[in-house]
């Protein structure tokens, strides 16, 4: 039975792990046998059970992780690349940072549009019953009057229910929208595709761009990290991003460095991230400190799309309520009005 990609909470789970284990002079293959054992979930324990054989069949643990088929392809990558350069322990830590970053960032996403949701959902749950119950109570209300009373307000109470209905209506489909959006991004090709059309719909794109320029920050901290050449880290961050306006900043960049150009003078004629930080690289790279600048900008950019992830949630969800709330008071008004004048001229 093929087993279930890992998720990046799994992912980074398992880097630290086989980090801890080579940082303690385990054995990797008894290590994760270990590490199967005490696991309740038994997805997890046959991961650990193909990579316990694979690096006991005398196979590289990128051979292992590849042959599981639940990593995903950049973590086998790096992993090979760190094989190569002798430096898998830093490359594994390397990961963990990376894919906990990744599983944070995907849950504020997925908060941002879940409770946008819910407030639909419930303020449509209000609007149902509005509909089904309020107005028709309103309409035997008036019903009960004389004639030209219950003909007056006939035409109010029709307005009324057709507001209603066009509402219903337009949240309905804006559920569903939310609702397929929210699933197809378990679907990687889906996935992928939302993400791309997030890059250049003006809404969303500034969002996007924080995101994307976050991950690529993140790797390129990693693989730099691990000793990997300033081109080839380009070349694997490019492989991470769908966004076409990065996708080429980054082919640029690439570019510049394959002339000769040096890593922080490329960065900063591609306009990857913003001046500040890119000056702060070219200081790096003078002093020689450029592993721990490119740490500090991964944390940075991070810092900067959860960030825009939150500000988008606290701007969305009041004015979801202010909106909702503006159109469920309309509707009520629509009939209350009548009815007051009926009772006012009765009284």
């Not at 699933?183 to 500034?206: N, Y």
């Not at 969002?207 to 070349?235: F, N, R, T, Y």
């Not at 008071?329 to 009815?339: R, Y």
Request: proline share 3%.
């Amino acid at each position: 039975m093929k087993l279930k990609k890992l998720t990046p909470d799994e992912t980074a789970y398992f880097c630290e792990q086989l980090a801890i284990m080579l940082s303690s002079g385990m054995n990797l293959g008894d290590g994760i046998s270990i590490l199967g054992e005490d696991i309740g979930d038994e997805r997890i324990q046959a991961v650990c059970g193909i990579l316990a054989r694979g690096l006991n069949d005398g196979g590289t643990l990128a051979d292992a992780m590849e042959s599981a088929g639940v990593f995903p392809e950049y973590a086998v990558k790096m992993v090979r690349i760190g094989v190569i350069t002798g430096r898998v322990e830093n490359v594994l830590n390397g990961l963990s940072d990376y894919y906990e970053e990744r599983a944070e960032l995907n849950r504020s996403v997925r908060t941002a549009v879940l409770h946008p949701l819910m407030l639909l959902v419930m303020m449509t749950a209000v609007i149902i019953v509005m509909m089904v119950l309020v107005i028709p109570m309103f309409g035997d209300i008036f019903s009960q009057f004389d004639g030209t009373v219950n003909d007056a307000v006939k035409g109010t109470i029709d307005f009324a229910y057709g507001l209603g209905t066009v509402i219903l209506v337009v949240l309905l489909v804006v559920i569903a929208v939310m609702a397929a959006v929210a699933v197809m991004s378990g679907i990687p090709a889906a996935k992928d595709a939302l993400s791309r059309f997030a890059a250049v719909f003006p809404p969303t794109a500034g969002i996007s761009w924080k995101i994307g320029v976050s991950k690529v920050s993140s790797a390129l901290s990693m693989m730099i990290s691990a000793g990997i050449s300033s081109d080839e880290a380009v070349e694997n961050a490019i492989e991470l991003v769908n966004g076409k306006k990065l996708r080429s900043r980054l082919e640029q960049c690439r570019s510049d460095l394959l002339d000769g150009m040096n890593f922080a003078d490329a960065i900063t004629r591609a306009e990857i991230f913003p001046a500040i930080y890119s000056h702060s690289l070219k200081i790096a790279y003078t002093s020689g400190s450029f592993e721990r600048a490119w740490k500090k900008l991964a944390d940075r950019s991070a810092a900067a799309a959860m960030q825009s992830v939150s500000g988008v949630i606290a701007f969305v969800e009041p004015l979801i309520i202010v909106i909702l709330t503006a159109l469920i008071g309309a509707i009520l008004l629509t009939v209350m009005i009548p009815l007051m004048n009926i009772m006012s001229v009765l009284g």
